[in-house]
């Protein structure tokens, strides 16, 4: 079956570390995001792709960088520069460029800084 | 600015009783809208959308929205809610000009036995 997948789903971290999560799609879509989701906030963009060696800032990206070497994956690193990392973290992707807003979710993954 | 808003932070609904989650937004001109739900620890998933044409549209799991341009409404309806759809809504609008989806802060639904 076609989809996002999102690795790992849960993820401790030392302050000070930097992490990478991972995101996967075989959807064949042009673009891919991430967007992270604090309780009460919904969803706010930190970095989107609309295709492979490019990529543009969201409205928080401070702390974070992205790559997107390859069509099908997209991942985030959260630097030890990002102040506030624990939070649930979500990919997605989008069928072409001139996005219409329609989004396809990996699972999320849960990254908490000790 | 472009915008989405949810009033209700949280509700909490009978079994069998009927549900309308609101949204309202702000937006320049005809905007793509969209409503989402989220399962605890999960992602978000498509229930409906808006583009164009019948404002009334329908989604998967008996949901359905109506689009009000006066009232800059999106609200999400269904008429007998069921104790799997308890989870969080998330009203989005989306544009052409750029790559960036705003949604809401989502609603809550709780449902009661």
């Known amino acids: 079956d076609g989809g996002i997948t999102q690795s790992p789903k849960y993820l401790f971290r030392k302050e000070g570390q930097n992490v990478t999560l991972s995101c996967e799609q075989n959807?064949?879509?042009?673009?891919m995001y991430w967007y992270r989701q604090d309780p009460g906030q919904g969803l706010r963009l930190i970095y989107y792709?609309?295709?492979?060696?490019?990529?543009q800032k969201g409205d928080i990206a401070e702390g974070y960088s992205v790559s997107r070497e390859k069509k099908e994956s997209f991942p985030l690193t959260v630097t030890s520069a990002q102040k506030n990392p624990t939070a649930f973290y979500l990919c997605?992707?989008?069928?072409?460029?001139?996005?219409?807003?329609?989004?396809?979710f990996g699972e999320g993954s849960r990254l908490t800084v000790l | 600015a472009q915008s989405v808003t949810q009033p209700d932070i949280h509700i909490t609904v009978s079994e069998g009783a009927s549900l309308e989650l609101r949204c309202n937004y702000s937006?320049?001109?005809?905007?793509?809208l969209f409503w989402y739900v989220q399962s605890p620890g999960q992602g978000l998933q498509l229930l409906l959308k808006?583009?164009?044409?019948?404002?009334l549209v329908q989604g998967i799991k008996g949901f359905e929205a109506e689009f009000k341009r006066s009232q800059s409404s999106f609200n999400l309806r269904k008429p007998s809610v069921h104790w799997s759809d308890a989870a969080e809504y998330f009203c989005?609008?989306?544009?052409?000009?750029?790559?960036?989806?705003?949604f809401g802060a989502g609603t809550r639904l709780f449902v009661k036995a």
């Open positions: 997605a992707s989008s069928i072409s460029p001139g996005n219409t807003g329609e989004l396809f």
């Open positions: 959807l064949n879509h042009d673009a």
């Open positions: 792709s609309q295709i492979v060696n490019d990529f």
């Open positions: 937006y320049g001109a005809t905007p793509y």
């Open positions: 808006y583009f164009s044409g019948d404002t």
């Open positions: 989005a609008v989306g544009n052409t000009g750029g790559f960036k989806t705003i």
